[in-house]
Every structure is written in structure tokens, then in C-alpha cells.
């Protein structure tokens, strides 16, 4: 397994360094500012000389992965605390499409897909270009079917099993996020988790004297108040999309990108895991997902991925520019450089019929609210986009071409999406186009952690007490993500760190 990162080139562990040094300051992150500095200047923070509140396991976010964590430290037995931001709980994960990625299930084993997880690792690593750290990979991947099984235990009912971007056979299982949450609440509730509402983290403490992170200071009602953890903190504080100087610092490209995120997402739990020196994986590799509608009132719910039913992307000149059978993120990127930041998903009636089946591909709500075009010709559907009718009617007739002939000879396009389903031509009239473009959904790179999901320093030792999972954490997609992997995330290394912080 792992590219995980070896201790220190000195061979100190972290206490080692710490008791050598003598002082906690050196644990930072830049260690000639930290030489210098004053400890408060990188957020380092006494010990109240009188804790608030106790618990065994702190919690920091109630999305997907808090409530995982957290109930899985009550199942055990675990006095756990639960703090909140915003007043409402769920994050992204509340308000996100509900694919979940598991592989080998037994709702695929009824439509015949058959899976496993040799594939779906081979098909994560190369969604990520084989960027992403092999060991995190195999930590989703060796617990994803009991997250699954205890899921289906608790009361969620997957929907339906459909192909997304970057999978070789079907496996997004889709939920209600709003029912999945509401069952973990009730859950959390049952299990006598003290869920704290309004209470942003603001600060982690450390104990001087062992090197370990012993609770947290928080805001209540604009006063502050403390939460000793005797055994762990658990960060699940969700991305950064909607921190605009921590886009700029790390993706100049997405900073002004449109983002779609909890209303908490602003990387709180970053940058107090990075004033105990925690490590960062695969920062730049933000992407904006395309397939958003361009109206900004409705671009949180409006979206379709009909491309990966068959449409094929034009921008305003007319012409395609991307294989559209890539992860939508890279159909993203490519959009993003386009005239107006944006591209057409064009398609006839055979593909929209097809797109009804399937949970990402339907249009019929954005035509009912006049978001997408549709004419007998394709002259008559480029006049209602304003783009050159001539243009359009050559890009169709030249795919359709390819397509016959089995080679997209400008783009290589040879699937539908991934490996899976042919192309299909673009001939029966009406003919239809949704204009389209990329939002952030939320942030892909973070803080490392291992396969235990206790967060690791920049000298690549665990930082004592301390655990992450979710959106925080970085390396588990490398350059890009399949689909369902970033909620199923949150719930398994959730799950994980709540198991993993009591042993
Ligand atoms: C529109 C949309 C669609 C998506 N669709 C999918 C999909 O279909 N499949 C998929 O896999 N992924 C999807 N994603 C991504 C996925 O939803 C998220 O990555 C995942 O749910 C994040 O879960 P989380 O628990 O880590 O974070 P979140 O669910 O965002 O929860 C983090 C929580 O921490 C709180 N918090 C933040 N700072 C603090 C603080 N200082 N103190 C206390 N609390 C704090 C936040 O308010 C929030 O409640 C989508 C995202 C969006 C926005």
C-alpha cells in the first residue's frame, strides 16, 4: 500500500521533536516564522485553565461525515459532542445530487452489473490520473460495503443504481440526501450525541505537555467557549468553495468561479489543522462540474449531464471542444476557456428519451422552465442559441460522420461516458440545446490524513488527537473524481475516524 510519508528526514517522532525542542511552537507549519514569532501568530492556543465542556470525541461539522463519526464513537460507547456553524445542519452533503459510489452490491448483482473492488480501485486511479494516494484509495475502497450495509441498517433507501462520470460499469447508488441526513440525525439523537447548533470551531488546543490535541475553542453567541476531547477531535468541517482568498491562493482559475456549496464551506477546519502543521494534498486540483444551467436564480438546482447520454458540447462559435465522454470536471475545465465561460449540450430526440431514465440525464423539468431550446432543424436551433447555423449544421453532420465510421477523428471521443455505452448519432428531429455551465461543488484537495484517518504533519508523523474526514481531506481523487466518491466519502472515512479516534 501507500505513498504514505515517512517521519522526518532527523528520524524524530513528533513528541521527540517537541520534547527536544522544548517548545510546542516548533510543531507549526513555517518553521523560520515559527523560530520567531510569538505561538499565537500561527494560531497555536493555550489550555484553558478550565475546560467549558467535555467530551470524549469532539466533532467539528454536522455534514455527512460528522454525523458518521459522530455516531459511530456513541455506537461505542462514546460521549461525543457535535458543533455546528450554521443553524441548520448537512452541509453540501444535504444539499448534494445524492450519488453515492459503492461497488459490488447487491442491488448491481439484481440488474447483472457485475463489479468488484479490484475494478473500482483501477477505475479511481485512473479517473485521477494516478494522482491519488493509492492507500486512501483502498481505505475507500476496503470499507466502502460496510458503509453500505450500515446505511441500508439504519433505513436508507438507495434508489436506483446509474452510470456517472469516471466508472467502467454502473455503480452510483442514489439517496435522498435530505432523508439520508434526517435518518443520521434521528440516529445521532437515539445515541445521545450533544449536537451544539451555531457554535463555530475556531481554534484547536493542544496539550503542552504530551503534544496532543486536547479539545477545541469555539463561539457561542459571540462569546467564546471551550470542549475538552479526551480522546479525539474529529474534523469534518466540509471544503473550502466558498473562501475566495483560499481559491485564490491555491486555484487562481476557480476564484471566481461559481460556487454551490453548505453555506459553511470557507475552510475553518484547513487553518486550524494547519497551525499544528497538518500536510495538504492535491490543493490545485479544483474543477468546476459542467452541466449547470447559466440563470444564477436557479443555477444550485439546475442541471443536467445529457452529454453523457449522447449530446455532444458546442461553444458560441458552433464548434465541439472536448471529448465529452470525460469526467464532467475536465468537461468543466474545457468549457471555463470558451466564449463566455460556457457550451451547449446538443442532442436529438432519441437521446432525450434516453436521458428520462436516468437520474442525471433528465431535461424535462429545464424545458418546462424554458432553459432549453428546441427546433426541427438544427438551422432553426442555432438561430434560437445565436450561433452560426452553418457551423452548427457542419459540427453535427462531422460527429455524425465519425460516429458512423466508429472514430471521433477530432476529439476521440469513443463512449458515452468512461468506458461505458457507444455514441450516438445526432439526427431525429427536434433537435435540442441547454445551455450549460461549470459550478464548484466543492473542494478535492485538503488536508492529509492516513489510513486511519488521524491527520498527518508536514514531517509525516500523525498529529496526536487529532482525525479528519470528508471534504477536508485531500489525495483521495488525485486530478479528478468520480462521481458519488465525494459524499461516499464523507460517510465512510466518517465512519472510519469514529472508530478509528476510540481505539
Ligand atoms: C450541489 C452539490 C451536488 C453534489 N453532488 C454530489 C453527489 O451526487 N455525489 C457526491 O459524491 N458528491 C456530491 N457533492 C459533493 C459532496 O456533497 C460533498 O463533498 C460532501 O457531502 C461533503 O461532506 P462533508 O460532511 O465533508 O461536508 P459538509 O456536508 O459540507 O459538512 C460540513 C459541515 O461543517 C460545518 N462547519 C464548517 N466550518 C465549521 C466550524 N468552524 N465549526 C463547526 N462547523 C463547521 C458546515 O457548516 C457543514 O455543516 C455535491 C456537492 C454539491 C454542493
Not at 467557549?225 to 466558498?242: D, E, H, P
Not at 514531517?459 to 474526514?469: R, S
Request: overall charge positive; glycine content about 12%.
Amino acid at each position: 500500500m501507500a505513498t504514505q510519508k515517512k517521519g522526518n528526514k532527523e528520524g524524530l517522532t513528533r513528541r521527540g521533536f517537541l520534547k527536544t525542542t522544548g517548545s510546542v511552537a516548533l510543531a507549526g507549519v513555517a518553521a523560520g516564522t515559527m523560530l520567531t514569532g510569538p505561538r499565537k501568530a500561527f494560531g497555536v492556543t493555550k489550555m484553558p485553565d478550565k475546560w467549558d465542556n467535555e467530551a470524549d470525541v469532539v466533532v467539528i461539522g454536522a455534514g455527512g461525515a460528522g454525523f458518521s463519526a459522530a455516531i459511530e464513537a456513541a455506537g461505542r460507547k462514546a460521549k461525543v459532542v457535535l458543533l455546528e456553524k450554521t443553524p441548520v445542519i448537512g452541509g453540501s452533503s444535504i444539499i448534494c445530487g445524492g450519488a453515492l459510489t459503492f461497488a459490488g452490491t447487491d442491488m448491481q448483482a439484481a440488474q447483472g452489473i457485475k463489479d468488484s473492488n479490484e475494478l473500482f480501485y483501477s477505475d479511481m486511479m485512473k479517473v485521477g490520473e494516478n494522482q491519488n494516494i493509492p492507500y486512501l484509495v483502498q481505505t475507500y475502497v476496503d470499507n466502502q460495503m460496510e458503509t453500505y450495509e450500515w446505511l441500508k441498517q439504519l433505513g436508507v433507501k438507495f434508489l436506483k443504481v446509474g452510470i456517472a462520470s469516471g466508472m467502467s460499469v454502473p455503480r452510483s447508488h442514489y439517496v435522498s440526501p435530505g432523508d439520508t441526513l434526517k435518518i443520521l440525525n434521528d440516529k445521532a439523537k437515539e445515541l445521545g450525541v450533544t449536537l451544539v447548533m451555531r457554535t463555530p470551531a475556531q481554534k484547536l488546543v493542544m496539550d503542552e505537555k504530551t503534544g496532543r490535541i486536547a479539545g477545541v475553542i469555539a463561539e457561542n453567541r459571540g462569546k467564546p467557549i471551550s470542549y475538552r476531547a479526551t480522546k479525539a477531535v474529529i474534523l469534518t468541517s466540509g471544503g473550502f468553495s466558498l473562501n475566495k482568498d483560499l481559491l485564490a491562493k491555491f486555484v487562481p482559475p476557480m476564484a471566481n468561479a461559481k460556487a454551490i456549496n453548505g453555506l459553511g464551506n470557507q475552510g475553518d477546519g484547513l487553518k486550524m489543522a494547519w497551525a499544528y502543521g497538518a500536510d495538504i494534498q492535491d490543493m490545485p486540483y479544483i474543477k468546476a462540474t459542467f452541466g449547470f444551467t447559466l440563470d444564477p436564480k436557479t443555477i444550485a438546482k439546475d442541471f443536467s449531464l445529457v452529454f453523457y447520454q449522447g449530446a455532444i458540447v458546442v461553444n458560441k462559435e458552433g464548434k465541439r471542444f472536448v471529448d465529452e465522454s470525460k469526467s464532467y470536471k475536465l468537461v468543466g475545465d474545457a468549457a471555463l476557456v470558451q466564449t463566455d465561460a460556457m457550451g451547449f449540450q446538443i442532442y436529438d430526440s432519441t437521446i432525450r428519451e434516453k436521458g428520462i431514465s436516468d437520474p442525471l440525464g433528465q431535461t424535462a423539468g429545464l424545458e418546462e422552465r424554458g432553459l432549453i431550446y428546441n427546433a426541427p432543424t438544427l438551422a432553426e436551433l442555432a438561430q434560437k442559441m445565436k450561433v452560426p447555423a452553418t457551423a452548427l449544421e457542419a459540427t453535427v453532420k462531422k460527429y455524425n460522420s465519425d460516429i458512423e465510421k466508429g472514430i471521433d477523428s477530432e476529439f476521440g471521443r469513443k463512449t458515452l461516458v468512461a468506458s461505458f455505452g457507444k455514441p450516438l448519432k445526432i439526427e431525429k428531429p427536434p433537435f435540442y440545446a441547454f445551455p450549460s455551465t461549470a459550478a464548484i461543488l466543492g473542494t478535492y484537495g485538503g488536508i492529509l490524513i492516513n489510513d486511519k484517518t488521524q491527520v498527518i504533519d508536514v514531517f509525516g508523523n500523525a498529529i496526536p488527537g487529532l482525525y479528519a474526514a470528508g471534504e477536508i481531506i485531500g489525495g483521495m481523487h488525485g486530478a479528478a473524481y468520480m462521481t458519488g466518491t465525494a459524499f461516499g466519502k464523507a460517510l465512510i472515512l466518517g465512519k472510519l475516524a469514529g472508530k478509528s479516534a476510540l481505539k
